[in-house]
């Protein structure tokens, strides 16, 4: 049988082939429409989560209990931002609108992390968070540098180098606390308590319930499967909660020899299935607040508009 270049298989195989030699898909190069879907999908939700991820933290700037963390808290809050427009960019290079994905968010069409749906009651909060949900994230994202989509890979590769910086400023600020006086010590503690189930389900649901991870690993979107990673994070975890002097809510954890890992209980996935379905504590206050912020800003995107339209006749 002859092929010619419009032949969708000779397209097929190139991709296959630059899959199996480990190279970039770019956005110009030929990728099935479901490579594209999945990409978009999983891209998409990611950047929703670096956006709405900003609510939890950005509640305490004003409560910070000093100019030195305040200022750190208001970086790291500025670099979540920063994270979502690296990641909308990236799924536009796939043929989305930044406002059709905005609008998809907004009406509850695409998700965003479970995570950001719970909230932060004391100021222990935001060193739990940059500890635990920056650790998980970096955990789950360090292996997306390099997946197999050019510009969601590069995006991830600054992403992680900030989420490192954010997880060490969340470990040290939990440790000033357990360091602390008593008070201090059970409010790092609390923190702990309320944070840890919930960062384990930022990894996905168990492998064999989870639709995409198979297809996902075949186009090495994915590099490793959503209980891989959580039972990495479990890991590297462990020790260092020793080191802050703070315990993990969980009295199964114990290190398996045999396995090499520690194990642990067992995860509420009635209680992750309903964050997903909208009803987790601040799923609500979340969407709105967003949705408020995106109506605030319309000024701001009709001017930077107009002045790019402008700044485009001056050069033309
Ligand atoms: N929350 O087949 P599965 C961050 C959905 S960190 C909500 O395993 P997949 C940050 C999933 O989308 C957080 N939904 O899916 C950190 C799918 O639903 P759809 C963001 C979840 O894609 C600090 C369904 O469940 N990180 O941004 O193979 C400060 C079945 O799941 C969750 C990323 O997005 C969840 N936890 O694997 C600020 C990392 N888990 O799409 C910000 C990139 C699963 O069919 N994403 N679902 O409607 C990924 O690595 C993967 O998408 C996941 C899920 C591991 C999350």
Redesign the pocket.
Known sequence: MTTTAADPAVYEAVFEAALAADERIEPRDWMPDAYRASLV??IA??AH??II?MQPEANWITRAPSLRRKAILMAKVQD?AG?GLYLYSAAETLGVGREELLDKLHSGRQ?????FNYPTLTWADVGA?GWL??G??IT??VP?CRCSYGPYARAMIRICKE?SF?QRQGYELLMALSQGTEAQHAMAQDAVDRWWWPSL?????PDDE????AQ?MAWKI?RHS?DELRQRFVDICVPQAESLGLTLPDPDLRWNPARGHYDFGPIDWDEFREV?RGNGPCNAQRLSQRRRAHEEGAWVREAAAVYAAKHGEARS
């Open positions: 999908r999983q939700q990611h989560s670096e991820g979540e994270h998700k965003y992390s479970s995570i968070i949900v920056d998980a994230a789950n994202q997306l989420e954010h389900m930022m990894f996905g649901p989870s639709a995409h991870s996902s994915k959503n997903l």
